[in-house]
């Protein structure tokens, strides 16, 4: 069962307008979210992550967004540039087992055409 | 401050034989995770070490994969022997504590053939 989804494989979007990127889940115990953005050939780099005691958190051009009664949440790159191309993973923590195993969706490849 | 590091970065190999890879956290990173990561998916956790000792170890198939953190430093992963399925990216990642935020390596691509 896949607890963490991201049904978007792929988005494009012009340079300089917005990128939303999206992210569901199942458990409501997930307490704690992440987005890593992968490059080809290199681990995934850590984003930007959200307590579930928030509905939103900002850093530059990146806000994330998450919506508890919808288990929902999003990432906003505004404004996209090219070298945002890459892929985006969502991962989710807690499930109240205190172990703080992330669980990943399977990405979704943004392409930011210039 | 250096990152996780992974070697090799590449390896092919041929079914049946034994293969392994290495990790090197973060400095003064206490936890250690080996994820493996398939083709089109997210990561996924294989084992969780604090510092020696291996306390998520569920998801690693133990009949082949094996892995140890001697001196809770660096980490070695082994397969043994490996199957054409094993072919994947290998990711080390570390982090301060398993609640902190867990930084990646750049992962080991392994080529069963």
């Known amino acids: 069962d896949q607890q963490v989804k991201q049904n978007s494989p792929s988005l494009s979007v012009q340079e300089g307008r917005i990128s939303i990127l999206n992210c569901d889940y199942t458990?409501?115990?997930?307490?704690?979210f992440l987005w890593y953005k992968k490059y080809p050939a290199e681990g995934p780099t850590f984003l930007i992550s959200i307590s579930s005691i928030k509905d939103k958190n900002e850093d530059g051009r990146f806000t994330v967004f998450l919506n508890k009664s919808a288990k929902h949440l999003s990432l906003h790159i505004v404004p996209s540039q090219p070298g945002d191309s890459a892929v985006y993973f969502c991962a989710a923590s807690g499930g109240g087992s205190g172990t703080y195993k992330y669980i990943f969706g399977t990405g979704t490849r943004l392409k930011v055409l210039a | 401050e250096a990152g996780v590091v992974q070697s090799p970065r590449y390896k092919i190999i041929e079914k049946k034989q034994p293969v392994a890879f290495w990790c090197n956290p973060i400095?003064?990173?206490?936890?250690l995770y080996w994820y493996l990561q398939n083709l089109g998916q997210g990561p996924e956790l294989l084992i969780r070490?604090?510092?020696?000792?291996?306390?998520?170890d569920s998801q690693l198939p133990k009949d082949r994969f094996s892995a140890e953190r001697l001196k809770g430093v660096d980490s070695t992963l082994k397969i043994q022997p490996a199957e054409l399925g094993d072919s994947a990216v290998y990711l080390c990642?570390?982090?301060?504590?398993?609640?902190?935020?867990?930084?990646f390596g750049p992962g080991t691509r392994l080529l069963v053939l």
């Open positions: 400095s003064g990173h206490n936890t």
């Open positions: 070490y604090e510092n020696e000792e291996a306390v998520d």
């Open positions: 990642a570390s982090s301060f504590t398993h609640q902190e935020t867990q930084y």
């Open positions: 458990n409501s115990m997930f307490d704690y």
